[in-house]
C-alpha cells in the first residue's frame, strides 16, 4: 500500500520497530503483525476501495507462489471432495483474491466498511464476530448445510483454537509457542516445514487419503 501511493510512507513509523526486532529475532511475529494492523487501520479512512482491490491483486500476483508446500499440497487434495472454507482476520480484498486463487468455496475475513462513494470509512463490520473463529466455522456449517464428520483444519496461532477445537482432524502448522502447546496437551497434529523437510511431531493421524507417503516427491517427511 505504501509503495502503490496508497499509503503515505509515514505508516511505515507505526511498524519499524518491531518489524526490525523480528527480523533481528529480536521480538515477536505477533507484535509486528499487530503493528502492521494498527497501521492499516489507521491510514485505510477515506482510501477508495479500487485502489485497494488493485493493490490486493498485484500482491497475489506477486505472493501467490509463496505458500507452504506442504499446505498448498493439502489444499489440492482436499479440494476433490471437501468444502474449503478459510477464515482470516486480515482484510476482506487481499484474503477473498487468494481464496479464490486457490480455489476456496468461501472465505470470512475483516470487511472494512466502504461508504456510497466507494471510499473506505475507517469502521469494520461485524468485528466481534471475526474474532471468534469457532462461532464462525458453526455460523458457515449452518449455513450452507456442511457437516463436521471427517473435518479437517489447519491453524498456526492461538487465536485458531476455537475452530480447532471444533474439526475432527486439527493441524497446527508451523504454530508459535501458545498454540504448540496446547496441541501438544490435546494430542493434535503438530507439522513444522522447514527448508525441505516436513517434520511430523505426532498427534493423530489423518484419513488415510491424506497420508504422507507419496505427498510430494520434493519433500522430506519426518
Known sequence: ?????????????????????????????EDYIEKIVQAYRQFIKGVKAKNVWQVARKVLAFQKNRTYRFTRRLVSKLKKNYYLLAISGSPRETVKQFGKEFGFDKTYSRIFEVDEKGIFTGKILFEEAVKDKGKILKRAVKKENLTLEGSLGVGDTEIDIPFLKLVKYPIA??????????????GWQIIVERKDVVYKLGGKKLPPALLYRNFNQRLKFL
Open 173 to 186: 502448522f508451523n504454530p508459535n509457542f501458545k498454540l504448540y502447546k496446547y496441541a501438544k496437551k490435546r
Open 1 to 29: 500500500m505504501i509503495e502503490e501511493g496508497v499509503f503515505p510512507v509515514k505508516a511505515r513509523e507505526i511498524y519499524a520497530r518491531e518489524f526490525k526486532n523480528w527480523l533481528d529475532r529480536k521480538g515477536p511475529y
